[in-house]
């Protein structure tokens, strides 16, 4: 099976896209006519992953994030040279790995494909339901029982394998609902998505999880709830940690898609951030 015929398989699997769709879903190296000797899913492709791919003799990478440092991945086009950016396309073309970015189609699906492996490895399938009124983005609403917030922030270091997170709030106070949020993205000059989810934080949930995350909308109404003793927090894991276990649950219905006629393995992409606390300086 070729390169090519293995993206056939996936696309017809997805929703369909309009034939003028000219979104980030698309080739971002590598042979397509190229026969596929093993695959590789990964959040995003970094060095690590692609080292991964390399031993593994997989010369197919599916992704859910970008490349080469942009949104749409295109050739280097800066005014500078850029040896990283160089060194990496390089590994890849000398190892003849080709990449796919799977993202818009992949968020398409009804339910999120990306979110519905996040909520399964997660624990969480069984007891969320989800808020389609806040726009842009749904809200998955997790009843978790009860929990300490130190404690479901340990639970999410090991469920993930991160290597921390950031959190405000109280430690030690009880949670009961979490909600998966989306990007708390500065460009949403009126906050309409900030304010909504600050409301979804008053009326029903304890704690939220977000994407990308901006200090001066919701994490500072957090802050200030926290500070006036209101059970409210933030678990600040990361964009790509956040999404992370989607790409394993691509593995297993690429398993499925492809009759395991094809070797596909989940490589996590690592955790980008190491942490240092003021007690060990």
Not at 32 to 49: H, R, Y
Not at 65 to 76: I, K, N, Q, V
Not at 167 to 190: A, E, F, Q, R
């Given at each position: 099976m070729?390169?090519?015929e293995?993206?056939?398989?996936?696309l017809?699997?997805?929703?369909?896209?309009?034939?003028e769709?000219?979104?980030?879903?698309n080739?971002?190296?590598?042979?397509?006519?190229?026969?596929?000797?093993?695959?590789?899913?990964?959040?995003?492709p970094?060095?690590q992953?692609?080292?991964?791919?390399?031993?593994?003799k997989?010369?197919?990478i599916i992704?859910?994030?970008?490349?080469?440092?942009?949104?749409?991945?295109?050739?280097?086009?800066?005014d500078f040279k850029?040896?990283?950016?160089?060194?990496?396309k390089?590994l890849l073309?000398?190892?003849g790995?080709?990449?796919w970015?799977?993202?818009?189609h992949?968020h398409?699906?009804?339910?999120?494909?990306?979110?519905?492996?996040v909520?399964?490895?997660?624990?969480?399938?069984s007891?969320?339901?989800?808020?389609?009124?806040?726009?842009?983005?749904p809200?998955?609403?997790?009843?978790?029982g009860?929990?300490s917030?130190?404690?479901?922030?340990k639970?999410?270091?090991e469920?993930?394998g991160i290597?921390?997170?950031?959190?405000?709030?109280?430690?030690?106070?009880?949670?009961?609902?979490?909600?998966l949020v989306?990007?708390?993205?500065?460009?949403?000059i009126?906050?309409e998505?900030?304010?909504?989810?600050?409301?979804?934080?008053?009326?029903?949930?304890?704690?939220?999880?977000?994407?990308e995350?901006?200090d001066?909308t919701?994490l500072?109404?957090?802050?200030d709830?926290?500070?006036?003793?209101?059970?409210k927090?933030v678990?600040?894991?990361?964009?790509?940690n956040?999404?992370?276990?989607g790409?394993?649950y691509?593995?297993?219905?690429l398993?499925e898609l492809l009759?395991n006629?094809?070797?596909?393995?989940y490589?996590?992409?690592?955790d980008?951030?190491?942490y240092i606390?003021?007690?060990?300086?």
């Amino acid at each position: 099976m070729k390169n090519k015929e293995v993206i056939e398989k996936i696309l017809n699997y997805h929703p369909k896209f309009p034939l003028e769709y000219d979104g980030c879903d698309n080739y971002k190296c590598g042979n397509p006519e190229d026969e596929c000797k093993g695959i590789v899913v990964a959040l995003t492709p970094n060095i690590q992953v692609i080292r991964k791919a390399i031993e593994l003799k997989a010369n197919l990478i599916i992704v859910h994030e970008p490349t080469f440092y942009s949104s749409l991945d295109g050739d280097w086009n800066q005014d500078f040279k850029n040896s990283v950016y160089e060194e990496k396309k390089k590994l890849l073309d000398d190892n003849g790995i080709t990449i796919w970015r799977d993202h818009d189609h992949m968020h398409a699906h009804n339910p999120d494909g990306i979110f519905t492996g996040v909520l399964k490895y997660m624990g969480f399938e069984s007891n969320f339901k989800i808020d389609y009124e806040t726009g842009g983005f749904p809200h998955y609403i997790i009843d978790i029982g009860e929990m300490s917030l130190k404690d479901l922030c340990k639970y999410y270091i090991e469920k993930i394998g991160i290597n921390g997170v950031r959190y405000i709030g109280d430690p030690d106070m009880k949670v009961h609902k979490i909600s998966l949020v989306g990007h708390l993205y500065p460009t949403d000059i009126n906050n309409e998505y900030s304010t909504k989810v600050i409301k979804t934080l008053e009326e029903e949930v304890d704690v939220i999880i977000p994407g990308e995350v901006i200090d001066w909308t919701v994490l500072s109404y957090v802050k200030d709830a926290y500070e006036l003793g209101k059970n409210k927090a933030v678990i600040n894991i990361g964009h790509f940690n956040s999404e992370e276990l989607g790409m394993k649950y691509a593995k297993a219905w690429l398993d499925e898609l492809l009759e395991n006629k094809i070797d596909v393995t989940y490589v996590p992409s690592g955790d980008m951030y190491n942490y240092i606390k003021k007690d060990e300086l």
